[in-house]
T-cell receptor, first 111, second 116 residues
Framework: GQNIDQPTEMTATEGAIVQINCTYQ??????LFWYQQHAGEAPTFLSY????GLEEKGRFSSFLSRSKGYSYLLLKELQMKDSASYLC????????????FGIGTKLQVIP | KAGVTQTPRYLIKTRGQQVTLSCSPI?????VSWYQQTPGQGLQFLFE???????NKGNFPGRFSGRQFSNSRSEMNVSTLELGDSALYLC???????????????FGAGTRLSVL
């Protein structure tokens, strides 16, 4: 099975940088996803890591260390619209789309 | 391209009733997964269907069931509703390529079920 830990809440200032950490303990691994979910809306895909290292996409970057069971999502130049929950999810190696989600980190961006 | 469509958006039921939720995936997507989302538990995997077959299943009681049709549309059924079944039910579709493919899941807006 999978166990995923991430902070429940974070607060950051507009224009700043914030790092949201995710640790996982699994019996196997086949990729890690980050999703963004605004209140009352569907989760939307942000990033995917399957190999160690950093993936950069605009203001968002995601890092993975498989040996440490660790990932982070880095958000730069924070904007008010970045206030949302950020979900870390790990895909089970035993199934194509059996994905375990963390409980999510609620990020509040303040002026 | 139309996104994932879930109907209805809201439902109110009473304990003991049953409910059926519908999900139409993105055109060309053959994998459909269902999740239950609650404030305390987050997103929990219910099951995944691919080519009309259940391919994966989470740890939910047998009251939760689903099916997929030949056009990839999927339905989820919950029988003998309990108060604890109140949640947002999300459907996600993906192209479900090979085992190592990215296979990003695209989510619908969900059906919010309230059990009274």
């Amino acid at each position: 099975g999978q166990n995923i830990d991430q902070p429940t809440e974070m607060t950051a200032t507009e224009g700043a940088i914030v790092q949201i950490n995710c640790t996982y303990q699994t019996s196997g691994f086949n990729g890690l996803f980050w999703y963004q979910q605004h209140a009352g809306e569907a989760p939307t895909f942000l990033s995917y890591n399957v190999l160690d290292g950093l993936e950069e996409k605009g203001r968002f970057s995601s890092f993975l260390s498989r040996s440490k069971g660790y990932s982070y999502l880095l958000l730069k130049e924070l904007q008010m619209k970045d206030s949302a929950s950020y979900l870390c999810a790990v895909r089970d190696p035993g199934g194509y789309q059996k994905v375990t989600f963390g409980i999510g980190t609620k990020l509040q961006v303040i002026p | 391209k139309a996104g994932v469509t879930q109907t209805p958006r809201y439902l109110i039921k009473t304990r003991g009733q049953q409910v059926t939720l519908s999900c139409s995936p993105i055109s060309g997507h053959r994998s459909v997964s269902w999740y239950q989302q609650t404030p305390g538990q987050g997103l929990q995997f219910l099951f995944e269907y691919f080519s009309e077959t259940q391919r994966n299943k989470g740890n939910f009681p047998g009251r939760f069931s689903g099916r997929q049709f030949s056009n990839s549309r999927s339905e989820m059924n919950v029988s003998t509703l309990e108060l604890g079944d109140s949640a947002l039910y999300l459907c996600a579709s993906s192209s479900a390529g090979g085992y190592t493919a990215k296979n990003i899941q695209y989510f619908g807006a969900g059906t919010r079920l309230s059990v009274l």
